[in-house]
C-alpha cells in the first residue's frame, strides 16, 4: 500500500478508499447480524434452561452422585436375550475391559415430573422447499447455500476495488480492501470466534469462509503489489522505490501472505499437516509488523487483528487441562481408546477436543502436535470423557502402537497404558440444536463416526433418565467396513439399549466387506442387528418417521410431535447423502411428523 489514509481520497475525486472499505466491513458485519437474529429463537430456548449454561463451555471435574444397583425391569423392549452372551465377552474383545453395568440406569419420571426441554423449529423445517433448494451440494460437503453466502462476499469485494475505479492503473484500492480483510480472516481461523458464538456455529463450520477470504486476500495483495511494480519498472525507479523501508516492509508482508497461501492448498494440508500449520502460526505473526511497517495508518485494522487473537488464545488457555488418561488398544476396530474419568462435565454430545500426548514416544515434534477428537461419552458418565481415535496417519498410528506395546501393567494388573495428555476444548457440536427436544433422532455415522452416536445417544438416555427428554424413538445407523468391527463395542451398545426404555433404541450394523468371521448370533440381542451391504438411508427416515406419529409410551404418548433430527458424523459424501434424502421426503409427512432437521459433522479437511 503506497500512501497514508489522507491520500486514500487522492484516489478517486468522489470516493475515499478507507472509509469505503470500512463501510464494506460494516455491511459484512451487519449481514452477519442478519443470521444471528435468525438464530436468535433457537438461542434463546436452549439456555432458557440453566443447565445449558453449564455445558458446552469449560471442561471440568465434579463430584457424581452414586446410585444404588437397582433390580432389572421391564422395558418398552423385549429383555435383551443376547445380553448374557455379551456379557462373556474375553477382555480381548471389549473395547471397554470392564463391566458396563453402570450405563444401565431405571429411567422412571422423577418425584417432581418431567421437565422437558422447549423445542423452536429451524427455518429449514419451516420453509422445507427452500431449505432443500440451498441443501443441493454443488460438490463433496459443500451446499448452494454456502455457494451463495461467498458470492455475496465476494461481490461485496469487487464493488470495493472496482468502484470507479481501475485496479490496474489504481493499485492503491486492492491494498485497502486487503487491509480490510486482515480482520475476518483472522477471526475465521480462531477456535472461539466470536462470530460462531453468535450464530451457534463450531470453527469448522465456517471455516469454508475463512479459505475463501483468505484466498481474495492473497489476490487483492498481490494485484496491489504487481501494479506498483509494474508501475516502477515503466517508469525505471524499481531500484529506488523497492529500498525505502516502507517497500521493504511491503515485500516482507507480501511473502508472508503469499507463503501463507502456498502451504494452505490441500497437498499440504493432507500430507505434511504440521508444515501447514507451524507456517500458519510464523507467517500470520510477521504479517501484522509488516503491514503496519508498510503503512502505520492502518493501525486499527492491525489492532482489531491482535485483539482477536489475544482473546482466542487467552480462551484457548483457559479451555486447556492437563490429566493422566489411560490409553488402550482396540484391535478390531484399530482405535486407541483413551479414559480421562476425572473429567467428567462441561462437554456437549457432538462436540470435540484438541488433544495433545505429552510423551516422547510420539516423536520429537509429535507430543507437540494437537489433533481433534469427537468425545464418545456423554457428560456426567461415570468413566469419565473418553475419545476414540482411529489409527490413520503418523500421529494416530504411533498413539496406537504406543497403547499396543504396553500390553498388561504388572503394578495395576490392567491391560493398557497411563499417559500425561493435554485436552483443549470443547470446540463444535450441535450449537442451538438440543436432541433431547425433538420427538425421534436417528444417527447415521460410519466409522469412527460412532463416537459421535455413542456420546448422543447415552445423552438422550442420560436426559430421559431425569425426566428431561421428548425423544419417543432413536435409531443408529452404522456403516463399516469390517463386521468384525461391532465385536468390541458390543457390551457397551447392549448397555444402552437395555438402557432405552421411554425412547427404544435399535442399532443397525451394516457391513461392506465380506468376511468369513461374523459375530454369533447368540451376540445381538433385540435391538442391534447385522446387515450385509449399505444402509437404505430412505427406508429407516421412512419408518422412523412413521413411528414418531403414532408411537409413545406413559408419559412420552401425550407429547406433541416435535420433528426428527438426523445427525451424521462420517467421511465426506455422507452427509451429501443423507441431505439428498431429506429433500425427497414428501412436504406433507414432513409437516406431519414436525420437520426434519439434519446436523453433521464429517472427517477430512
Avoid at 464493488?159 to 480492501?177: I, M
Amino acid at each position: 500500500m503506497e500512501a497514508a489514509t489522507q491520500s486514500a481520497a487522492s484516489t478517486s475525486v468522489t470516493v475515499n478508499a478507507f472509509q469505503l472499505v470500512f463501510h464494506i466491513d460494516v455491511f459484512l458485519l451487519a449481514l452477519s447480524a442478519v443470521f444471528a437474529v435468525f438464530a436468535l429463537p433457537r438461542a434463546v430456548a436452549r439456555f432458557s434452561r440453566a443447565a445449558e449454561w453449564r455445558h458446552g463451555h469449560i471442561l471440568r471435574a465434579i463430584p457424581l452422585k452414586r446410585r444404588a444397583p437397582k433390580s432389572p425391569m421391564r422395558s418398552v423392549q423385549s429383555p435383551p436375550s443376547g445380553s448374557a452372551a455379551a456379557d462373556n465377552l474375553t477382555s480381548d474383545e471389549s473395547h471397554t475391559f470392564h463391566s458396563e453395568a453402570h450405563l444401565i440406569r431405571h429411567p422412571a419420571a422423577k418425584e417432581e415430573g418431567w421437565s422437558l426441554p422447549p423445542h423452536v423449529r429451524a427455518w429449514s423445517s419451516r420453509v422445507p422447499t427452500f431449505s432443500n433448494i440451498l441443501r443441493y451440494r454443488l460438490d463433496v460437503s459443500f451446499s448452494l447455500g454456502q455457494g451463495l453466502i461467498l458470492v455475496i462476499y465476494s461481490a461485496a469485494l469487487v464493488y470495493a476495488g472496482f468502484l470507479k475505479s481501475n485496479p490496474f492503473v489504481d493499485p492503491l484500492r486492492t491494498g485497502f480492501v486487503a487491509v480490510s480483510q486482515i480482520p475476518i480472516v483472522y477471526l475465521l481461523a480462531t477456535k472461539n470466534n466470536i462470530l460462531g458464538i453468535f450464530l451457534g456455529l463450531g470453527y469448522e463450520k465456517l471455516n469454508y469462509i475463512h479459505r475463501f477470504a483468505g484466498t481474495l486476500l492473497v489476490i487483492a495483495s498481490n494485484v496491489h503489489s504487481l501494479g506498483y511494480i509494474y508501475e516502477w519498472t515503466i517508469n525505471h525507479t524499481f531500484s529506488k522505490n523497492i529500498r525505502t523501508p516502507a517497500r521493504i516492509w511491503a515485500l516482507v508482508a507480501l511473502i508472508t501472505v503469499d507463503l501463507i497461501y502456498l502451504f494452505s492448498i490441500p497437498f499440504f494440508r493432507r500430507r505434511a499437516y504440521n508444515l501447514f500449520y507451524f507456517s500458519h502460526v510464523v507467517f500470520f505473526i510477521l504479517f501484522l509488523p509488516a503491514v503496519h511497517g508498510h503503512v502505520p495508518s492502518v493501525w486499527p485494522y492491525v489492532i482489531a487483528t491482535a485483539g482477536i487473537i489475544s482473546l482466542d488464545y487467552l480462551m484457548r488457555s483457559m479451555k486447556t487441562r492437563v490429566f493422566n488418561a489411560r490409553i488402550r488398544p482396540i484391535p478390531g476396530l484399530m482405535l486407541t481408546r483413551i479414559e480421562v474419568p476425572q473429567l467428567n462435565a462441561g462437554w456437549r454430545a457432538g462436540q470435540h477436543v484438541r488433544l495433545r500426548v505429552l510423551s516422547s514416544a510420539m516423536g520429537w515434534i509429535g507430543w507437540a502436535e494437537s489433533h481433534p477428537f469427537t468425545i464418545a461419552t456423554a457428560a456426567k458418565s461415570p468413566e469419565g470423557m473418553v475419545l476414540l481415535c482411529k489409527k490413520t496417519g503418523r500421529w494416530t498410528s504411533r498413539l496406537y502402537d504406543m497403547a499396543t506395546v504396553a500390553g498388561y501393567e504388572s503394578d495395576e494388573g490392567t491391560y493398557g497404558r497411563t499417559v500425561q495428555v493435554m485436552i483443549e476444548g470443547p470446540y463444535g457440536g450441535p450449537g442451538h440444536c438440543v436432541f433431547a427436544s425433538y420427538s425421534a433422532a436417528i444417527f447415521i455415522v460410519g466409522g469412527s463416526g460412532i463416537s459421535f452416536a455413542l456420546s448422543a445417544v447415552q445423552d438422550i438416555l442420560q436426559r430421559d433418565s431425569e425426566g428431561a427428554s421428548r425423544v419417543k424413538i432413536i435409531e443408529v445407523v452404522w456403516s463399516v467396513r469390517d463386521p468384525a468391527s461391532l465385536t468390541p463395542l458390543i457390551p457397551q451398545l447392549v448397555a444402552l439399549i437395555q438402557q432405552s426404555v421411554y425412547a427404544p433404541l435399535k442399532i443397525s450394523v451394516h457391513y461392506t466387506r465380506a468376511s468369513d468371521q461374523l459375530p454369533g448370533k447368540d451376540f445381538l440381542p433385540p435391538g442391534l442387528t447385522l446387515t450385509a451391504g449399505r444402509p437404505k438411508i430412505a427406508k429407516v427416515l421412512d419408518a422412523v418417521m412413521s413411528r414418531a406419529v403414532s408411537y409413545g409410551s406413559n408419559v412420552k404418548s401425550s407429547m406433541a410431535i416435535t420433528g426428527v433430527v438426523i445427525g451424521v458424523c462420517g467421511p465426506t459424501g455422507l452427509g451429501d447423502d443423507v441431505a439428498q434424502v431429506i429433500s425427497q421426503v414428501d412436504a406433507r409427512r414432513r409437516w406431519a411428523v414436525g420437520g426434519i432437521e439434519m446436523h453433521e459433522e464429517t472427517f477430512g479437511w
